[in-house]
DNA sequence: AAATGAGGTCCATATCATGGACCTTGGGTG
DNA sequence: CACCCAAGGTCCATGATATGGACCTCATTT
């Protein structure tokens, strides 16, 4: 009786392999503590023997486990190890850290990275700046839909007119049930005057007195990359200060297109097989 | 016909998501290049249309990504958001980037994390040290089979008897085939030697004048978490400073278990539902 | 120009996932 | 203490769905 379910993408297909990783996806929003099955169940669509059984083959594979005292699902050492070694191609992190670091020193506020997924943001890296007052809004693995935060809202603001619309659409229901301050008008309204000022604020929406600004940064081929951003109290977000913090934004948004740029210029090294010991491994190089 | 297979793990299942993420595991092996079609054929034992139909969900789901010159398939983005995500459990990373970091620091030569993956090793990590002359033979993200290398070693000898001889089986093909210096027999006896020694050492076997020592930490419940080891020259690996080297290992290993421990002992901050607002969310640090 | 080999697709067949019904566990309550 | 309820987990007849042999297409190679 599967049939009418939400006609998926449209032809062809191995849909219980598809249900089976959007279990993945599901159970990737909520790192922290893992999900019941009735949640995964609820979120889902499916029911409950379907949804175990593929749970069981997600956990077979290491990416799901299954914590022995709350029976909540969450991501396995396998997810973790997978991302490790997709890291080597998607190195968006590892190429960010030094513009996160360097914008957490310079500012004394928190940097963040944060990248889309979906219709959602994630943060992936929070660098701690310096100053004694921090807002903790934002950990890193949280995500909220898009345009709630700097970081997101920034994106948002980075994507054509009509996939802002559908991706508003998307999230109108978990706009006006779960983020009080962000009616998809009052985001409309804050996309346009990021759009003009050429970065996003957050004046506190998420969490009073968190204010943050962001920008995004794309690859060679237009696509948007991620987004760069900063948060700290309202007290140190006056205007100008906003403007200083744009600046450092505009720069490390530069240096990250830069080298994403370089990424994708020289013969992308291909292939390597497995196993292969390659080449000269022992290297001089000067102190 | 699907029949006879390797009849694998015994009962139940959703099989052709089984089959999936073992093409995900295998393109995970190739994390530089990816894989072509046909490897993936032959790596895996499925036939080309089941094998593309899979690749197709996976790459549906964004956990794999087909690039468009060479056609060969790799990892993708949302793999490596997951692990992103994973990593708040399974931080073994985090955790081991300061011992990694100390041990780059004070020994001047090159540190690495490990993990086990099935009857694989693989490096999460590596953090170069200072000295001028550095091997090369080990790069994060690099997979070879248990006991092949420092680190690697030292997980398979802190592993039961009869697992070691169940891994030493399934990787003699392997070992034969692509790696002329890790004859069972000799791995055998570089094992022994590391359980005497209390620490595994790589002799230069995977390159010349490239040797390694490694040593491995648990969990608090017994199993093996991971393995720290140091990479350098053979001029910087007499006896004397094997020692030494084990040593600070030795050190490192003990805060891993430590943290480890911790981290398994208060009550596991549980649940947290997805897009919820936590709490005070501005705190005060004394710089 | 013909041959090779890889990527990709079709579609009738039989296998495998489906989900309603049912059992089990645990902990809250009259 | 026994009852109830909600959640976790499992069974199994049924038919929707994945399977894979055969085929097509496109670059290279000879």
């Known amino acids: 009786m599967a049939g009418s379910d939400e006609a998926r993408a449209g032809m062809s297909g191995s849909q219980s392999v598809d249900r089976a990783l959007q279990l993945l996806a599901l159970i990737g929003r909520e790192p922290a503590g893992g999900l019941p099955l ?6 889902s669509g499916l029911n409950k023997p379907t949804a175990r059984r593929l749970l069981l083959a997600l956990i077979r594979a290491g990416l799901v486990e299954q914590e022995p005292r709350t029976r909540h699902y969450c991501l396995g050492e396998e997810a973790f190890v997978l991302g490790v070694l997709a890291a080597r191609r998607h190195g968006l992190l590892e190429l960010a850290m030094e513009s996160l670091r360097h914008l957490a020193g310079v500012t004394m506020d928190t940097s963040f990275l944060s990248v889309r997924r979906d219709h959602y943001c994630v943060c992936l890296h929070r660098e701690e700046g310096t100053y004694p007052v921090r807002t903790h809004a934002l950990q890193m693995g949280d995500q909220h839909p898009l345009g709630v935060g700097a970081g997101s809202l920034a994106l948002l603001a980075a994507l054509p007119d009509d996939d802002v619309d559908r991706l508003l659409a998307a ?7 779960r983020y009080q301050g962000f009616a998809p008008e009052i985001l409309r309204d804050d996309l346009a005057l990021a759009r003009q000022r050429g970065f996003a604020l957050n004046p506190g929406r998420l969490v009073a007195s968190s204010w943050g600004v962001g920008m995004a940064f794309r690859y060679p081929d237009g696509r ?50 497995a196993g292969r010991i390659t080449a000269p491994a022992i290297e001089a190089r000067r102190a």
């Open 38 to 43: 009735v949640e995964i169940v609820a979120g």
């Open 171 to 177: 999230n109108e229901p978990a706009l006006r049930a």
């Open 224 to 273: 948007v990359a991620g987004a760069l951003s900063l948060a700290a109290i309202d007290s140190r977000m006056a205007p100008e200060r906003q403007d200083e913090l744009a600046d450092h934004l505009r720069a490390e948004v530069m240096r990250m297109e830069r080298l994403l740029a370089d990424m994708f210029v020289p013969g992308r090294k291909v292939a390597d097989r």
